[in-house]
Nanobody, 115 residues
Framework: QVQLVESGGGLVQPGGSLRLSCAASGSIFRGDVMGWYRQAPGKQREWVADITSGGSTNNADSVKGRFTISRDNAKNTVYLQMNSLKPEDTAVYYC?????????WGQGTQVTVSS
C-alpha cells in the first residue's frame, strides 16, 4: 500500500503561482511514476504531468511552459510548480503514484484561480 498526502493548494489571482507537494509513504519502489491529475467541476479527471524515478518528465500541452513537475526521491515527494495560472486551471489536483500496474491516489487539493 502507498499513501499520498497533498498540500499547497489555495486561491490565487490570474497570473499568479502555486506550488503543490505530494508526499508518498508505504511500499515505495524505484521504477515508479509519480504524477498529477486534475478535475474541474463537471469535467472528467485529466492528466497534467508525470515524472519517473529517473527524472524523465511529461506535461500536458495545456500546461507546457507554465507548470514544472519535479521530485525528491530521498523524501518520496513530488512537486508541481504552477506559474502563469489561468482561471481554467481551477480544479481539484490529485497526486498519483503508479508501479507495476497499481495506481494510488491522494485525496486531492483545491486550486482556485480567480480575481
Amino acid at each position: 500500500q502507498v499513501q499520498l498526502v497533498e498540500s499547497g493548494g489555495g486561491l490565487v489571482q490570474p497570473g499568479g503561482s502555486l506550488r503543490l507537494s505530494c508526499a508518498a509513504s508505504g511500499s515505495i519502489f524505484r521504477g515508479d511514476v509519480m504524477g498529477w491529475y486534475r478535475q474541474a467541476p463537471g469535467k472528467q479527471r485529466e492528466w497534467v504531468a508525470d515524472i519517473t524515478s529517473g527524472g524523465s518528465t511529461n506535461n500536458a500541452d495545456s500546461v507546457k511552459g507554465r507548470f514544472t513537475i519535479s521530485r525528491d526521491n530521498a523524501k518520496n515527494t513530488v512537486y508541481l510548480q504552477m506559474n502563469s495560472l489561468k482561471p481554467e486551471d481551477t480544479a481539484v489536483y490529485y497526486c498519483n503514484y503508479r508501479i507495476m500496474g497499481f495506481n494510488y491516489w491522494g485525496q486531492g487539493t483545491q486550486v482556485t484561480v480567480s480575481s
